[in-house]
């Protein structure tokens, strides 16, 4: 992504199905109880690379 023409910073993600894909603490069935993150429908959660 960039902002200004500048890079701002880069995420990886795949997408299945025309859908963004659940990863990480997103996913119900692996996360861990105390750091998932639930989204809903409409939202992704994801971590910027460094």
Same mark, same amino acid.
């Given at each position: 992504? =960039?902002? *200004?023409?500048?890079?701002?910073? +880069? &995420? =990886?993600? +795949?997408?299945?199905? *025309?859908? $963004? *894909?659940? @990863?990480?603490? @997103?996913?119900? %069935?692996? +996360?861990?109880? $105390? @750091?998932?993150?639930?989204?809903?429908?409409?939202? &992704? &959660?994801? +971590?910027?690379? %460094?």
């Amino acid at each position: 992504m =960039k902002i *200004n023409d500048k890079p701002y910073g +880069a &995420w =990886k993600f +795949a997408v299945k199905d *025309n859908k $963004l *894909n659940y @990863t990480d603490r @997103t996913q119900r %069935e692996t +996360a861990d109880p $105390l @750091t998932f993150i639930e989204g809903g429908r409409d939202a &992704w &959660w994801y +971590a910027m690379q %460094e």
